[in-house]
């Protein structure tokens, strides 16, 4: 009988474009992933979001940004904040994913570019540490 795998919980700001991708990425790498967000503005992820995550394979389009709650952060056996930031907001062992990654809210398509190279860098090395610990 196998174990049921971590809950993984993303979180960042609005929850429009970091989070969300990682937790996408995360997935494509058999890990049970969700996202989340501090605070929570917007209905949509953003369209260079939804842009930048298509070029990569990622639908983003139908993502709907959640905000963040106490029974979300229960239910994750791993709460992995995009930067230190939300981390430190997070508390409780809440470790930041990779060494952070930059928001690229508002910056344009290049920003996002960069910002999704670094989130897919950051969860492929997470997997890896997750695999090995059990």
Known sequence: ????????????TGNTCRSPYAA??????GLNASSAGLDVRE???TADAIAAA???GIDLASHAPRQVTAEALAAAD??????ESHARV??????VLGAGIEDPYGLGPDAYA???EQ????VVDLAKELRTRG
């Open 1 to 12: 009988m196998s174990a049921e795998p971590q809950r993984i919980l993303f979180v960042c």
């Open 24 to 29: 996408a990425v995360a997935r494509q790498h």
């Open 43 to 45: 209905p949509a992820a």
């Open 54 to 56: 298509r070029a990569r």
């Open 78 to 83: 791993v709460v992995v904040g995009l930067a």
């Open 90 to 95: 997070l508390g409780n062992g809440a470790r």
């Open 114 to 116: 960069r910002a999704y």
């Open 119 to 122: 989130i897919e860098r950051a």
